[in-house]
């Protein structure tokens, strides 16, 4: 009986520490085979990624531009609608600065040009107009006896002088040729110049102030113009001098009988 005993005992503890035995193996083998899934799991993420085509690779992300490189924000379609259209271009405003003038490859001879007169612009251009404007015509130069007038008008060197004989020509030897007034020039003594007028207060005969000499005046025959007395111009310009009678004391008659003398006002 006992001995039986023993021997279920003995078969017990036998189970019991088997049974201990076998439970740290167990676990191995399960750590094992988690390794193992570990492991095959890196094994096919890597498979998977090398098997991948090249257009599957992922773009890296670009970061949007900085405010200040993008420019100012638009405001949205809604807002532009109601904001005013912009105003049309103001157009360019012509000035007398060569900087404001396309001269393009004539710029450097400008400068030149300007530069060996010792002209600014106003002055350069001036002489090139003269020189256009007035071609087979002089510039002479002339005034009263003490210098305060001072004039300059555009020309014949070959003078047509009419001598008058009307009350007040005849009286002061009114000699003069007749320019249109777009070719004379005041230059100085305009608060120097007083006038007098009679009868029709057409003729503007001026003269100066101080010494009484009168240099040019307003001719009834053209009041369009300038009577320029040729004995009152500076010398070296006159190349000669041709004079014509004119019956002034009989104006009327003299006038409507002459072909040229109401022309020679105009341009």
């Excluded at 993420?45 to 405010?67: C, I």
């Excluded at 609608?81 to 271009?89: Q, R």
Aim: net charge positive; hydrophobic share 30%; aromatic share 6%.
């Amino acid at each position: 009986m006992r001995r039986a005993r023993s021997v279920v005992a003995t078969k017990q503890r036998g189970q019991r520490r088997s049974g201990a035995s076998t439970a740290p193996v167990a676990a191995a083998s399960a750590s094992d085979n988690s390794r193992a899934r570990r492991s095959s799991s890196r094994a096919g993420g890597r498979s998977r990624a090398a098997s991948r085509p090249p257009s599957a690779k992922r773009r890296p992300k670009l970061s949007p531009p900085r405010a200040q490189e993008a420019g100012p924000e638009e405001p949205p379609a809604a807002e532009l609608a109601l904001l005013p259209p912009p105003p049309p271009p103001t157009p360019a405003t012509p000035t007398s600065s060569v900087s404001t003038l396309d001269l393009g490859e004539q710029r450097e001879r400008w400068e030149t040009f300007q530069k060996r007169q010792r002209l600014n612009f106003e002055g350069a251009a001036k002489l090139l107009l003269d020189t256009y404007e007035y071609q087979g015509l002089v510039k002479h130069t002339g005034g009263c006896h003490c210098g305060a007038v001072r004039f300059e008008v555009w020309a014949s060197a070959d003078l047509h002088i009419f001598d008058c004989n009307c009350s007040i020509c005849k009286k002061k030897q009114n000699r003069h040729f007749i320019v249109p007034a777009s070719r004379f020039k005041l230059l100085k003594g305009a608060e120097s110049i007083t006038t007098y007028t009679f009868n029709t207060h057409k003729a503007q005969h001026t003269f100066c102030k101080r010494c009484g000499v009168q240099s040019f005046y307003t001719p009834r025959s053209n009041p369009g113009g300038f009577g320029i007395a040729p004995h009152c111009l500076d010398e070296g310009t006159v190349r000669s001098v041709v004079t014509e009678e004119f019956n002034g004391s009989d104006w009327e008659k003299a006038m409507k009988e002459h072909k040229t003398i109401k022309n020679m006002s105009k341009e």
